[in-house]
T-cell receptor, first 117, second 111 residues
Framework: GAVVSQHPSWVICKSGTSVKIECRSLDFQATTMFWYRQFPKQSLMLMATSNEGSKATYEQGVEKDKFLINHASLTLSTLTVTSAHPEDSSFYIC?????????????FGPGTRLTVT | GENVEQHPSTLSVQEGDSAVIKCTYSDSASNYFPWYKQELGKRPQLIIDIRSNVGEKKDQRIAVTLNKTAKHFSLHITETQPEDSAVYFCAVNLGNEKLTFGTGTRLTIIP
């Protein structure tokens, strides 16, 4: 149980284009999902919290107009990197929290490696 | 906000010996403390967690201890094996769902 998938696993795009990444909880419902980015040999940095049916909450310094998040159902959240630039190249990982107020566990997707050329 | 420090940043241990990684946190209201293992290019995997009402938790070769007074918690791996080599992250949750991660420890098990 508690499987999270992410698609695509890797993507290469040109500067100025947009890329959409999907995060799905496969065997549980997730009211809340989280989006992280991770640079090589560094920790996970939370970008935003995605809540089903409402606007995402962005961390300080993260541009909400550049990183568009949509959480339209209890099993799917999407992150769209708009007008991508080479500095956006990174490993993007989502996580999903089990919808149970007595539990805190977050389960991670396999990540998406984005390369912007 | 919450501040989490993790030490050491790298750790090399002879196979069969024990490894200990320690994290300290700043907010005494924090109530959930998971540990994640991440292999190169892969997702972080939850390996053990502890809640603030418990002082120690063990799962086979892995254990976590929590000292609420001192605001630190530690990961203990006994009888280490080569497959334990990975990066380990601690994290802290304030009850607001967000996890704040430590900076990571690269553990290398020497055969």
């Amino acid at each position: 149980g508690a499987v999270v998938s992410q698609h695509p696993s890797w993507v290469i795009c040109k500067s100025g284009t947009s890329v959409k990444i999907e995060c799905r909880s496969l065997d549980f419902q997730a009211t809340t999902m989280f989006w992280y980015r991770q640079f090589p040999k560094q920790s996970l940095m939370l970008m935003a919290t995605s809540n089903e049916g409402s606007k995402a909450t962005y961390e300080q310094g993260v541009e909400k107009d550049k990183f568009l998040i949509n959480h339209a159902s209890l099993t799917l959240s999407t992150l769209t990197v708009t007008s991508a630039h080479p500095e956006d190249s990174s490993f993007y990982i989502c996580s999903a929290r089990v919808t149970d107020t007595t539990r805190n566990e977050q389960y991670f997707g396999p990540g998406t490696r984005l390369t912007v050329t | 906000g919450e501040n989490v420090e993790q030490h050491p940043s790298t750790l090399s241990v002879q196979e069969g010996d024990s490894a200990v990684i320690k994290c300290t946190y700043s907010d005494s209201a924090s109530n959930y403390f998971p540990w994640y293992k991440q292999e190169l290019g892969k997702r972080p995997q939850l390996i053990i967690d502890i809640r603030s009402n418990v002082g120690e938790k063990k799962d086979q070769r892995i254990a976590v201890t929590l000292n609420k007074t001192a605001k630190h918690f530690s990961l203990h791996i006994t009888e280490t094996q080569p497959e334990d080599s990975a990066v380990y992250f601690c994290a802290v949750n304030l009850g607001n769902e967000k996890l704040t991660f430590g900076t990571g420890t690269r553990l290398t098990i020497i055969p």
